[in-house]
DNA sequence: CTGGATCCATGATGATACTG
DNA sequence: CAGTATCATCATGGATCCAG
């Protein structure tokens, strides 16, 4: 069975037409976005991904691999397979920004009650605003310890950056569960400043103020205006 | 019946999914994309989206204006309905550029025997690649007369436009029918230099000359290099 | 336990015809 | 012209099962 065929295309000759034959699948500019991060298993990926269910995730990373944008590491002995982004993967690094930029003006909603989120997720979706919002000032990094994991989101003089893992001498360190720091982020800045119940904030006093002020912006804050087109309406 | 309700969503708080769940359904981008070069009637939205039935339209374009992205002109006492883009709409001009511009290098194809094009989807495509490639000259306009419409693709010392219409004293003037038109761009720039049988360039030779060099970078020449993402690996 | 495959249910889309 | 109605098909969701 031809498991790494896509479903349909639309079958015109049109450059953007072809673009989402390959890109336009319901889940698979998902199962990029959690590539961008880094390699990832099959279960982490059905993980973050929610409700994807495991047939179409194998046929979305079929598909995926089959046009060069995803890879499969299968090692041999071993029964883990990591898959990662090609380099074509990593082109759409921009691509998922520049969507991501448009909903963040035009689609953020709050989160539902119950509404699963995922840290990276929301830490992506910070450092864009962040970027967006042109915020800057001196160079700082900040910790975030939530479910297990650890991501360090950020600044060196002139880009905001997001990376998994640990740093050495944070400016400041957020400690979380999921559900708090989803709180934490999603919910009115003024709210930040108060005791978080399940969510401890350190670092000098005058860091963690920065931090507090810098991310205000986040998620409703005004951004920078954007180049406009240049096709004739 | 709530035909203006997406059919699913992710159901997650994630920015991209929330994105995806406006702008991913089959067809939506498509219907943006044609729009973009100004109002539409749902016939001539019908027509230039191929294969889309009246029913998946109807509701796309029902959707799209419950999201804000696009608005219906329905004038008293005409049968007319002209859909346009909004303000929010506009705003998905980078990101169909953005998605285009990784498909130039990653998933763009030759053409099918019969596959079906569209002038403006080319011209679309050829525009966004010139800008794409860098290429720069001195401000000029060439017209495209083809189907009963008519281009004006031009460059104004800084950045290339794509209109609909005529223009008074262009440079070069092409006309053609269709299939011509598609044959001349998407095949090798090389061929474009012999007799067209239903296509014809008038102008200046020093000005024709001008825009077989120019336009020879489409469809598979050489970008420039593109800004990386700052996100971690 | 990871990395899937299989089976069935459902809902989205495709094809075609028809109407105010 | 701008849809609606009806039926067919196919992609996806949901659950379970299985091999290494």
Chains 1, 2 share one sequence.
């Not at 790494?4 to 079958?11: D, E, I, K, S």
């Not at 994807?52 to 002995?77: F, N, S, W, Y």
Request: hydrophobic content about 40%; aromatic content about 6%; overall charge neutral.
């Amino acid at each position: 069975m031809d498991t790494a065929r896509r479903t349909q295309t639309y079958g015109h000759y049109c450059l953007m037409a072809q673009t989402l034959d390959v890109l336009g699948d319901r889940w698979t500019l998902l199962v990029v976005r959690d590539l961008v991060h880094g390699p990832r298993r099959f279960t982490d990926l059905a993980d973050t991904l929610g409700g994807i269910t495991p047939k179409t995730l194998t046929q979305r990373l079929r598909a995926l691999e089959h046009e060069g944008i995803v890879a499969a590491d299968r090692e041999a002995g071993r029964r883990e397979v990591r898959y990662r982004l090609t380099p074509a993967g990593q082109e759409l690094v921009p691509v998922l920004e520049q969507l991501a930029r448009w909903g963040l003006r035009n689609a953020l909603r709050p989160p539902e009650p119950g509404e699963p989120t995922h840290p990276e997720h929301l830490l992506w979706a910070l450092r864009l605003k962040l970027e967006d919002a042109g915020a800057a000032l001196d160079p700082v990094r900040w910790l975030v310890r939530v479910a297990g994991e650890s991501h360090v989101l950020g600044f060196d003089g002139e880009r905001w950056t997001l990376t998994r893992g640990e740093t050495s001498e944070p400016d400041v360190t957020v400690t979380a569960t999921r559900t708090a720091l989803a709180k934490f982020l999603t919910g009115p800045p003024s709210a930040r400043e108060a005791e978080q119940p399940e969510l401890t904030v350190t670092g000098g006093r005058e860091a963690v103020r920065t931090m507090l002020d810098t991310i205000a912006v986040f998620p409703f804050g005004p951004g920078r205006a954007h180049r406009g087109s240049n096709v004739g309406a």
